[in-house]
């Protein structure tokens, strides 16, 4: 049974950086699509970014384009999310997820997840 811990979350102030990561015990990486998810206060789950199987094509949701870089290392079974420029309305609990499909945005493809990691960004 997969496993996804994620990690690196934490309260900064607007402007800050912070890079998560989500290490996968289970399994590995390979063949996978891992993605980043987060869930703000009262709102709903919604996509942040993805990487596919190979780590070399990303994609991004608007709100993270141009400020987020994803990344994966298969050899460490890791993912990152690298945050720059961070704003109070990325306030969420982050979330590793995993995935056999290709340029997917949609939870419900997302198979496996984490427990999250909490970004707290005040203004």
């Known amino acids: 049974q997969v496993q996804l811990i994620e990690s690196g979350g934490g309260s900064v102030q607007a402007g800050a950086s912070l890079t998560l990561s989500c290490v996968a015990s289970?399994?590995?990486?390979?063949?996978?699509?891992m993605g980043w998810f987060r869930q703000g206060p009262g709102k709903e789950r919604e996509f942040v970014a993805a990487?596919?199987?190979?780590?070399?094509?990303?994609w991004y949701a608007d709100s993270a384009k141009g400020r987020f870089t994803i990344s994966k290392d298969n050899a460490k079974n890791t993912v990152y999310l690298q945050m720059n420029g961070l704003k109070p309305e990325d306030t969420a609990d982050y979330y590793c997820a995993a995935t056999g499909s290709y340029y997917v945005t949609d939870a419900v493809w997302y198979n496996d997840w984490g427990q999250g990691t909490q970004v707290t960004v005040s203004p």
């Open positions: 990487i596919d199987e190979s780590g070399y094509i990303p």
């Open positions: 289970g399994r590995t990486f390979d063949g996978w699509t």
